[in-house]
């Protein structure tokens, strides 16, 4: 995501949804960037991969094709991952045939991502060998010092099914959909997720230009992708995580250009220096529902240094149990003598099967709260700005 617009360094986190008289929270799924302290996580690529791309594009050039996806090349360490990370020039015809997906997430009128900026979306949670996850694609990614655009997916975990201390280490696929063979093509990745590591590294799949001149992988504005997780282990347990044969999880979301229902609505915090324990925003009306927002003024446990702010439904009863919401969501904390506002964006899909709510666990650094040059406490005062704009519908397939 833009740094402008989007996750910057913070993490962005699902949470149980509750009211405002007993907040409650929830965690969190991946990690955003900030205004000016934007960076991308680098993939690991070694001398290995880069020779079996150029083998690949050698024997491509006679009809043949391998699979580069790296089985074997396992990463090391937190926040490592294997893979297409993000290669300059990577072309459709580089990416690996991968397994059908075991969850797939359908996008009617993909360009509409592109049209509201450089914006990352994220799909409702599913659930896989007991954990829950949800995808993030990046439309217009750029790998730190290339200019190339790409499509790029990461994976997250639902951060309140991981245990303290635990480390759960996956295998999966990142892939899209070939609309005119109807198989699907990606590359193999994996990572070691943690409460503070909960999104892996994004995976470039194909440069965003070449997508729109596709008419194999995007067809009537439609893109669909994918993810398999191959293999699962956690740390305290002695035997890997059996990865059960179900039927395939299908969601779509259906984006729109036009008419977007929309609300401003902005929380004034006296006092905020005394406030040591989670508060809720008094309930608030945006796009014809109610929302709350829940702040941790020292962050919470999945945080690190920050104070972490999450938005929910207010009136989840008001919502279709088939149906759900896509959201874009700005917060903002104020600048309140200059115009040097704190702002994070993000798309998200609400709705009432899965009961959460989204933000980000590291929102703003407390050291960057506190500086007085930044006004953003005034006295003991801190005001905080929310832009909720319902941008589509999300269902079930």
């Known amino acids: ?220 504005d439609s893109c669909v992708f994918g993810v398999r997780i191959l293999k699962a282990h956690v740390s305290s347990q002695n035997k890997p995580i059996v990865i059960p044969k179900k039927p395939i999880t299908v969601q779509n979301i259906f984006l729109q250009k036009k008419g977007f229902i929309k609300g401003t609505y902005t929380w004034t915090m006296n006092n905020f220096l005394d406030k040591k324990v989670p508060v809720c925003s008094p309930a608030f009306e945006a796009g014809r529902h109610k929302w709350y927002i829940n702040m941790y003024p020292l962050g919470d446990q999945y945080s690190t240094n920050s104070l972490s702010l999450y938005l929910h439904l207010h009136d989840l009863n008001k919502i279709p149990l088939e149906t759900g919401m896509v959201i874009e969501l700005t917060l903002s904390i104020l600048d309140q003598k200059h115009e040097g506002h704190y702002t994070v964006t993000g798309r998200f899909v609400f709705g009432v099967a899965a009961k959460i709510g989204w933000g980000w666990s590291n929102f703003i650094p407390l050291k960057t709260l506190m500086d007085p040059f930044s006004c953003y406490i005034v006295g003991s005062n801190c005001m905080l700005k929310a832009d909720v704009t319902i941008i589509g519908s999300s269902n079930d397939g």
């Open 1 to 220: 995501m833009d740094p402008n617009t989007t996750l910057t360094r913070q993490s962005l986190s699902p949470l149980p949804c509750t009211p405002p008289k007993t907040p409650r929270h929830c965690g969190q799924g991946f990690h955003p960037p900030r205004k000016a302290l934007r960076g991308d996580e680098d993939g690991s690529f070694t001398y290995n991969h880069c020779l079996l791309l150029i083998l690949n594009s050698a024997l491509f050039a006679y009809g043949t094709a391998i699979d580069f996806t790296c089985r074997g090349f396992l990463s090391r360490g937190v926040g490592t991952a294997m893979g297409n990370s993000c290669v300059t020039g990577a072309s459709p015809a580089l990416l690996g045939k991968a397994h059908d997906p075991a969850f797939k997430w359908k996008v009617y009128g993909f360009s509409a991502l592109l049209d509201r900026g450089a914006v990352s979306a994220n799909s409702a949670i599913f659930r896989c060998c007991g954990y829950g996850w949800f995808l993030q694609v990046s439309p217009m990614h750029k790998k730190s010092g290339h200019k190339t655009p790409h499509i790029a997916l990461s994976l997250s975990v639902y951060q309140n099914d991981l245990k303290s201390g635990d480390i759960l280490t996956a295998v999966f696929e990142l892939s899209m959909c070939n609309h005119s063979k109807g198989t699907y093509h990606g590359c193999k990745a994996s990572y070691h997720f943690d409460i503070k590591n909960k999104r892996s590294e994004k995976q470039c799949l194909i440069p965003l230009e070449e997508l729109l001149k596709s008419s194999d992988f995007l067809v009537d």
